[in-house]
Structures are given as C-alpha cells and as structure tokens.
C-alpha cells in the first residue's frame, strides 16, 4: 500500500511538473511573439514552435536522474527549490544543444532556408529571446508549483493525512532525541508509533509517552504484529556492533530503514552525501560546497559583479589612490599574505592607511587610535573604502565578493589549534563580505561568533545566500562601529 501511494505521488508530480514547465513554455512563446510579433498564435503553431516537445520531456528526464521525485518528507524545502534551478539550468543546456545539433528549428538554419525574417529583427535573435524566456519562466514556476504542493501536503500530515508510522529502535538518549525531533517537525507526516530497546530483553513499558513493544529479541514478532512504514535505528554507540544483524533481520520486512548516527552535534558535518564506487558506500562527511555547478555559478557572479563595481568606483578609486599618495610617504597599494580557498596563501590588496607598511610584527589586528594610522586611513578604514582594490583580488579568482574573511597565515595557525572547526572556514574562498559582516562582526570582536556565523554560511551556502548578503552590505552600508 506504501508502494503505491509513493508511485501515485510521483505519478502526481510528473504530471503537475510537465504542466508547470508546459506554462513556461507557453509564456515564453506569447512574450517572444509580443516582443518580435514573428508567430501565428494558434494551437497548431504552438505545437511546432513552442520548443515544448524539447523543453518538457528534457525536464523531466533530468528532474528523475536528480532525485527530484524521492520522498522528500524531512527535507528543506529551499534545498528542493535549488535542485530545481539546477535541473532547470540543465534543461536548458540540453535543449540549446539538441537545437544546435540537429537543426531541429528554423531559426538556427541559414536564412536561405528558413525564409526571411522580419526586417525589424532577425529570427535567430527571437528564438534567442524565447530560449532565455523560457530558461527565466521554468524555475520559477516548478518552484511556485513545488511550494504549493509541498505546503498543502503539510497542511494535510499536520491533520493526520498521508501520514507514515515509524519505529524506532533505541530507548537511550539517540532514540529521544529522534522522537523528539520528529514530533516537533509535524509537517513531515512521520508519526512515531511505538519504540524497540536496544537491549534484547527490556522491562521497560514506556518511553517519553510512547510503548516500548519490546527488545532487539523481539524484533520480528513486532513488527509482524505491529506494522510501520518505516524504522529508525538510534543505536548508541556502544550497541554499533549489533547494527549489520539489526540490517540483515530488517531485509525480512517491506520498509524504509534510515540510521541515525551517535554523533554529537558540536561534531556533525557541515555538509554529507552518500555515493557507490563498484558497490562500496562511501559516506562524505566533510566536502566543499562549491562543488560541481555551485562554483561555476558563484563563479560567475563574482566576475559580473567585480567588473561592474570596478567601473561604478574608478573615479572613486582615482580619488583615493591621489589623497593616500598625498597624505604621507609610501605606496599607495598595501599588500599583505592572506589565506583562502583550500590553504592557498595569496597577496591581498588594500589602500595603505598607516604610515608603517611592512608586513612585519606581531600579527594582531590593529588596535583603535593606532598612532600609525593616517588621517586618510582612519577615514578609509571606518568606510571600508580602504578594501575597494579587493575587487580586483575578486577578478583574478584569488577571493570571492561573498565569504568568510581572509586572515593571516600566522593567525591561522595559532587559530587552528584553539578553536576547533575553524579551518572549516577554507571550504569557501575568502570574501569581501560576509554573514558575519553584515551581522556586525568586524575587526577586534568575538571570534567565536564569528566562526558561528561563517559556519552558518557555510552549510547554508546558495547563490541566493549571496545575494542577500550583498544587498544587506549595500542596505546598511559601509561604515561599522568596529571597524577602525
């Protein structure tokens, strides 16, 4: 029955996803005619011209080779809503290849062939328009979709519809804080309904409200006699020996088994996955999050965005650059040894604001009121202007404009030694900006919120995530009470 109703849910979601990207097809077809006035609005000509017979079958192909139609009932629903921009962004590169290849449309022929365009545009550029149309209106209206299916589902398990019952297995501290968990997140539908010790035998009755139907003894019998969808295994790390048995006696029973790990969270993994290499599980606990279409896509924005500020701020830099070389002795350019990405050590630059320029001493950040600061430099420095030649760090891809902030290489290893977690930071290229940034975090301030804050980043990092970030340093500004 469980089977069943997962397949008529995928079922479901097929169908309302090829609608979905159907409208998206559409609305890319009605916006290029409205633009170029260069189609026949009628069924027969949206068939032909609509790219639909590319656009949805490519859809939903990828959406399947990505999982996107797996129960995703304790899952976010933003991690849903990225995997669908990446599917979307993958549609969109095999349509313009299959289009390209094959010749499928006659915009992308010679104009011998195709006929001649419209005087006011040519043809290829308005299915160059209708491509990208459609590359904007896909995302956007699966995600709306997906948002709207996932809310009413959540509406339906939070009164008791298409719930799935669950056992767990583990009376201890694992085994509560699971029921726990899944009781306060009710949108999931996972019901807990009853409990297995981990011990073979148990006198135990009760557990936090639930019945314990028995002990590891009495596995088969259980759930012979009380069927569920599903089973967590909560298994202190003491009992992790009996798990392989546990598995095997499992194999006997139609459900879902998920395994809940002994692991503190101070210790979890920012980011997991699980992959096969020739039948070998291999569990990732530890990786970038730039990985794969995430780099090339933050990649991108870091270029857009350096090259557009580098134009807006060249008067602005030309200004500083001749008020620093006045206002004392030295280089205008202040670089220092910084570290980023992976380890990897690069030169940052800087507008120097202190009389002393070497990159010698104690490595501390500086103190307020330094005699060594210029006029110039304390003004620069409480703007934040003094970082503006950064953006040049950010176009040759030794920094990013959004990420944790670079420190020295001696302040690393004396970091990385006190405050466990902290080398975490290098799975990021170091940025101009950053969560804790925005949050107020500059200069000579706590440390371990400021780790709290990048960590944050870090594990919830998205393209979004980054926009958000630049606009909040744009809408509260430059200038921080700590940065001096």
Not at 78 to 105: F, K, N, P
Not at 270 to 277: A, G, R
Not at 313 to 325: F, G, K, N, S, T
Not at 424 to 429: A, E
Request: hydrophobic share 45%; aromatic share 8%.
């Amino acid at each position: 029955m469980l089977k069943q109703r997962h397949q008529l849910f995928v079922t479901l979601f097929g169908i309302t996803d090829a609608c979905s990207v159907l409208g998206a097809c559409a609305v890319a077809w009605a916006a290029r005619d409205a633009r170029f006035a260069d189609l026949t609005m009628s069924l027969a000509s949206f068939g032909r011209e609509s790219l639909t017979i590319l656009v949805v079958p490519s859809a939903i192909l990828v959406m399947i080779s990505l999982r996107l139609y797996r129960p995703r009932r304790d899952r976010a629903l933003w991690g849903e809503v990225g995997e669908i921009i990446r599917a979307s962004v993958i549609t969109m590169l095999l349509v313009i290849a299959m289009i390209w290849m094959l010749g499928l449309s006659p915009e992308m022929r010679p104009n011998t062939l195709a006929g001649p365009a419209p005087a006011h545009a040519p043809a290829s550029d308005a299915l160059r328009f209708q491509i990208v149309m459609i590359a904007i209106a896909m995302p956007v209206m699966l995600a709306c979709e997906r948002v709207g299916i996932r809310a009413i589902l959540r509406a339906m398990r939070r009164r008791g519809i298409n719930v799935r019952h669950v056992a767990i297995i583990g009376v201890g501290r694992l085994g509560q804080i699971t029921s726990r968990t899944l009781s306060r997140n009710a949108w999931t539908g996972i019901r807990v309904s009853y409990f297995i010790s981990h011990h073979p035998d148990t006198n135990r009755t009760t557990c936090i409200d639930k019945p314990v139907m028995g002990g590891l003894g009495d596995l088969e019998s259980v759930l012979e006699h009380w069927p569920v969808d599903a089973v967590y295994l909560a298994i202190p790390n003491t009992g992790a020996s009996d798990i392989p048995d546990i598995l095997q006696r499992l194999d006997r029973f139609p459900v879902d088994v998920r395994l809940v790990p002994d692991v503190r969270a101070k210790f979890l993994a920012h980011t997991m996955s699980v992959s096969e290499l020739e039948g070998m599980p291999i569990l990732s606990y530890r990786e970038s999050p730039l990985a794969g279409i995430g780099g090339v896509l933050k990649r991108g924005l870091d270029l857009i965005g350096a090259i557009t500020a580098i134009l807006l701020c060249a008067p602005l830099m030309l200004v500083i650059a001749i008020l620093v070389r006045l206002g004392s002795r030295g280089p205008v350019i202040f670089r220092q040894r910084r570290v980023s990405l992976g380890g990897e050590e690069f030169w940052i630059y800087k507008f120097r604001t202190m009389v002393q320029v070497e990159d010698e001493g104690d490595p501390t950040w500086t103190d307020r009121d330094d005699p060594r600061v210029t006029r110039i430099g304390s003004i620069l420095r409480k703007t934040s202007l003094d970082e503006l030649p950064q953006l040049f760090n950010v176009l040759g891809g030794s920094m990013s404009l959004v990420g944790p902030r670079p420190e020295r290489p001696e302040l690393i290893d004396r970091f990385r030694e006190d405050w466990r977690g902290y080398m975490l930071r290098q799975h990021v290229k170091a940025g101009m900006t950053g969560w804790a940034q925005v949050n107020g975090l500059r200069g000579n301030t706590s440390l371990r919120k400021r780790l709290q804050y990048d960590l944050f980043y870090i594990r919830h990092w998205s393209i979004g995530f980054d926009l958000r970030i630049l606009l909040l340093t744009l809408i509260r500004g430059f200038v921080n009470k700590n940065a001096y």
